[in-house]
């Protein structure tokens, strides 16, 4: 007996520590994913997605998939993503490196870790790198390849999305615009000749510069996508099996291709490339039933092939010039993220950070047709838990780390602290010079003459602005002006002198794209034909949906009173854009030139819609040389409409008359120690009373409040108490406020420039020489 009990003492004994080297030895498998939960859910079809996770987790410790030499893969199989061998989930965000400065990438991509994430996703837009045909630029902000080793530096993966298309609120949805210039006319995102051979050419460039940095290749890149969402669009499967064949042959065959649809089957059957061994991924909404979801996407992969993937989570949305900002509740967020991930789904956050649509690269959406357009902010903010600034001291950026952080197998990395940011003043600035006082001194080469009035893209004026000019007999009472096809913004002048700088030019009106509607040219009693001048401004190219295909300027035949108007001049009025080296421009070069009197000039026509028309104003400040340089946002409260410079650097759009933002980012890289120069194009005459002093304000809630109940206004009728009211009541909810800003609170009226400094310009950059 007593033999006989030790002998089953033993036993036990020897069972226990078998069953606790098995545990053991199965930890580190369970430290790749977080724990599964136990939380009960109401639809069976999500129990049965939670058992099959739960089963392939255990069947996997009993089976592990491979050996040691080939460790370094990442794979689907068994409806799960395996890094290394093991399984591993997706907690990825969007992150743009071309919205952001280079000298910032490293601060962003850290903020991102400390949020939880262990993925960046960005897009590529293919205008960024060839701005021209066969121009290729990878330098500077389109530095890809640095910027894809950054992530891989700082641990963290990269899902890439080359597009061709791209959306992503970017002017033409990543497409040059000069394949708009092309002829005959090819069909974007088609599997039109034409076009398949300009992509091919762009991805013959593109794909061998990341093929090192896949991930089997020792890079961080695990996924590629195919396209964007094209079941939103179209369903030429020709076009999208090509793209694959494309990508194949420069990635080879190990990599995963991914498309990503909305959640909707009639979206999945059309963008989703069935037995092609493309996985495919979904959006959706926040908020809607991932896992119903999840169980349709499995519908479209291989059997097996299926993890549940969100591969945009919407953290916020876009805004358009004239809406509300956008805002998600935090906590509505964070709880809609946590459903996904508290059951092993994997998920990319859309934003994880926004940034700036720097320069004209924002792009537009439409609506109910073609006319409906609805142009993006320079802000792509997005309501991202972090701020277009970096800013992560937010309830969003919180609540969704409180989630990340409680299902993380690891600790979450310590979160920096916001950058600082520094209010520099008030700044004086002084009128340099009148459009039209420029155009006599243009280069006849510049100007191209032409019996219709054709599209930017025809004579190469891809961004910006281009100025119309022709004219017609006046008559006794007035005449009619109808343009029905102008893309995106009109302004409508008169002058009773060909070249304007001669005479007096008299401001007549807008016509919109959005608003279309005639408008009356009064009769300015000319002793023989009156000049019509027409600058029309392109506000963004659309980038998402069926109108896709955006060409700007205008667009049909131009009419006075019922008949065609014939012989028109087209002047381009270029300017710097994000990724484009400096040219020489003669509009700008000459303002510098301006006669003093011709700014001063008494416009013949008395009366309030009388302008000197769209002007350059010019100023600086000075950051001590002692002092630290640091971010600031600038403030055109009291200012119409039109695009600011900082260093010769294109800081972007500004239009507070429209709202809702008031104020552009400034980086700190952007600024230099001692003298900077500010250089504005002001497309409407600003109203000095309503220009304020901001120096002394609280930056606090700098943009609550910035409009009215019409959004007709951004000027804060409480600014401080030495800048007094200057607009009506505040109601509408703006972005989150900025640490500091500088204010181009006061201007003179005058021709003659700040000390020593002459307004300069080239085609790419708008310099200031001093």
Known sequence: MATRKRSSKTTLIFFVLL??????????????????????????????????????????????????????????????FWKDGKPFQIIGGDLHYFRVLPEYWEDRLLRAKALGLNTIQTYIPWNLHEPEPGKLVFEGIADLVSYLKLCQKLGLLVMLRPGPYIC???????????????????????????????????????????????????????????????????????????LVKLARGHLGEDIILYTTDGGTR????????????????????????????????????????????????????????????????????????????????????????GGTN???????????????????????????????????????????????????????????????????????????????????????????????????????????????????????????????????????????????????????????????????????????????????????????????????GILSSVYVDGRVLKGWKLISIPFHNLNEAPKFNPVIQNASQVPKLSIHKKLEYESEDIVEGPSFYTGHFIIDTTTEVTDTYISFRGWGKGIAFVNEFNIGRYWPTAGPQCNLYIPAPILQRGENILVIFELESPNPELVKLL?????????????????SSCFDPDIAADAAAVMATAAAPSFAPPAAFIAPATFANTATPPTSIALNATVGLTAIFY
């Open 19 to 80: 069953s606790f080297i098995a545990f053991a030895a199965f930890v580190p498998v369970f430290a790749s994913l977080p724990s599964l939960s136990s939380h009960s859910h109401s639809h069976s079809h999500s129990r049965s997605l939670d058992l099959d996770l739960d089963l392939r987790l255990r069947r996997h410790h009993r089976h592990p998939r491979r050996g040691r030499n080939d460790a370094r893969k990442f794979e689907i199989a068994e409806d799960m």
């Open 168 to 242: 992503a609120e970017w002017d033409l949805g990543g497409f040059p615009a000069w394949l708009l210039a092309m002829e005959p006319t090819m069909r974007l995102r088609s599997s039109d000749p034409a076009y398949l051979q300009m992509v091919e050419g762009w991805w013959g460039v593109l794909l061998p510069k990341v093929a090192p940095l896949l991930y089997g290749n020792g890079g961080p890149i695990i996924m590629v996508q195919i396209e964007n969402e094209f079941g939103s669009y179209g369903d030429d499967k020709a076009y999208l099996r090509h």
């Open 266 to 353: 009639e979206t999945l059957e059309k963008g989703t490339i069935q037995g092609a061994d493309v996985f495919s991924a979904v959006d959706f909404t926040t908020g809607d039933d991932a896992w119903s979801i999840f169980k349709l996407q499995k519908e479209f992969n291989s059997p097996g092939k299926s993890p549940p993937l969100s591969a945009e989570f919407y953290t916020g949305w876009l805004t358009h010039w004239g809406e509300k900002i956008a805002r998600t509740d935090a906590s509505f967020t964070a709880a809609a993220l946590e459903k996904i991930v508290s059951r092993n789904g994997s998920v990319v956050l859309y934003m994880a950070h």
């Open 358 to 552: 720097f320069g004209f690269y924002n792009g537009a959406n439409t609506g109910v047709d073609v006319s409906d357009y609805k142009p993006d902010l320079t802000s792509y903010d997005y309501d991202a838990p972090i701020s277009e600034s970096g800013d992560v001291e937010n309830e969003k950026f919180k609540a969704i780390r409180r989630v990340l952080g409680k299902y993380s197998p690891v600790p979450l990395p310590s979160v920096p602290s916001n950058i600082k940011m520094t209010r520099y003043g008030s700044i004086q600035l002084q009128k340099t010079a009148i459009l039209f006082d420029l155009l006599d001194g243009i280069d006849s080469a510049h100007i191209v003459e032409a019996e219709n009035p054709t599209a930017m893209e025809y004579v190469y004026q891809m961004y910006g602005f281009l100025l119309y000019v022709s004219e017609y007999a006046s008559k006794p009472g007035g005449s009619k002006l109808v343009i029905p096809k102008v893309h995106d913004r009109a302004q409508v002048f008169i002058s009773c002198s060909s070249t304007a700088n001669d005479g007096e030019v008299s401001y007549v009106g807008i016509i919109e794209r959005w608003s279309n509607q005639a408008i009356g040219l009064p009769n300015a009693n000319c002793v023989s034909n009156t000049s019509l001048f027409i600058l029309v401004e392109n506000m963004g190219r659309v980038n998402y949906g069926p109108y896709v295909f955006d060409r700007k």
């Open 695 to 711: 120096n002394g304000r609280n930056s606090d809630d700098y943009f609550e409040g910035c409009l009215d109940a019409s959004f």
